[in-house]
């Protein structure tokens, strides 16, 4: 998809949640998305190689000199915040450090210009509020979960064997991953070259570990395909809750081991579409909350001896009622 095409699918969803009313909602954009937009990614390669190249004076006039003419434009059109950080310092591989670049501030800016047109042509009357946050490092800061302890774990263990038996070459890799049993992963090498590809480095082709990109045919997209047009208008979520160390979901596996079902989430979204055309958008049909919330449902709290042998007496100051008929029924329990 070009850049224009993503702006007007994007806009296109907006629109349609504002049709029924959900002036809101969520966009996830991936790291590194920009540089897969057509016309981005030539642009960032010409910038590239330019830049592999000493040169003196001022590097945005170099720059834009160096370009061809459909890539100028494109530079020229790009808000300077975003065609400045096309600039920044070089990766150690002498690329555009994508990470960098705020993508999300750039479509947004698109957006608004799209969003103004269509709110002119009275196609659209909703309200476009944008936030931003970048979440490239806090993504990566939560507590590791049992997984992540006994997998890194595993895999350190697997390179002193493999440094012991002087195998070189080789990366550290631990298979059978689904067994929630960490003694029934296999531990093997994995020689390097099998992952490598060649890729541009400082203007010139080298060998270098492959990226891993999403699989078009993987498990994990063809499970998202399935869904993502209902999940773009329904209100589809499933909160996980923390992470646990014990009890309900302490060893859950996640998706990137374990791609989820996509007849699982076509079925979950029917059931919340019928949840949502039922007039009660709150309510939540308790089959589809995550394991961590069923298992907090079904709590029965103990009460203290206190309690029980004592002779006390509660006073309601207010009064409350429930959101949702399944809330009613778990109190009345």
């Not at 170099?62 to 459909?70: C, M, N, P, R």
């Not at 698109?110 to 909703?126: M, V």
């Not at 020689?191 to 203007?203: A, Q, S």
């Not at 990137?256 to 007039?279: D, F, H, T, W, Y």
């Amino acid at each position: 998809m070009t850049l224009s095409q993503v702006t007007n699918h994007v806009a296109d969803i907006i629109c349609g949640r504002s049709q029924i009313g959900k002036n809101y909602g969520v966009i996830l954009v991936p790291e590194g998305l920009i540089e897969f937009i057509p016309e981005m990614g030539t642009l960032i390669m010409e910038i590239n190689d330019i830049l592999a190249k000493p040169f003196e004076g001022e590097i945005r006039k170099y720059v834009t000199k160096s370009l061809t003419q459909a890539s100028r434009d494109l530079f020229n059109f790009l808000p300077q915040s975003i065609s400045n950080q096309l600039l920044l310092d070089r990766d150690p591989h002498g690329n555009v450090q994508v990470s960098k670049i705020d993508t999300e501030k750039l479509l947004i800016l698109l957006l608004q210009t799209e969003l103004r047109k269509r709110r002119a042509a009275k196609t659209f009357s909703g309200k476009f509020k944008p936030l931003s946050n970048f979440f490239g490092y806090e993504g990566r800061c939560a507590l590791p979960s049992n997984f992540d302890a006994q997998y890194c774990y595993s895999l350190g263990l697997n390179a002193a064997v493999l440094i012991r038996e002087g195998l070189s070459g080789y990366m550290s890799c631990i298979k059978n991953l689904t067994d929630k049993n960490p003694t029934n992963w296999t531990a093997a090498g994995c020689p390097l070259p099998t992952m490598m590809g060649i890729e541009k480095r400082h203007g010139a082709n080298k060998p270098v570990i492959s990226k891993a990109l999403v699989r078009l045919d993987g498990g994990m997209f063809k499970a998202y395909e399935a869904v993502r047009d209902m999940w773009a208008m329904l209100d589809a979520y499933k909160s996980p809750g923390p992470i646990q160390f014990q009890g309900a979901a302490s060893d859950e596996i996640n998706f990137m081991v374990q791609p989820p079902s996509a007849e699982v989430l076509i079925a979950e979204a029917k059931r919340m579409q019928e949840m949502e055309q039922s007039g009660n958008r709150l309510a939540r049909d308790p089959t589809l909350l995550s394991e961590l919330s069923q298992s907090r449902v079904k709590d029965v709290a103990t009460i203290p001896t206190q309690f029980e042998k004592g002779n006390i007496t509660v006073n309601a100051v207010k009064k409350y009622f429930p959101l949702t008929e399944h809330a009613g029924e778990v109190i009345s329990e």
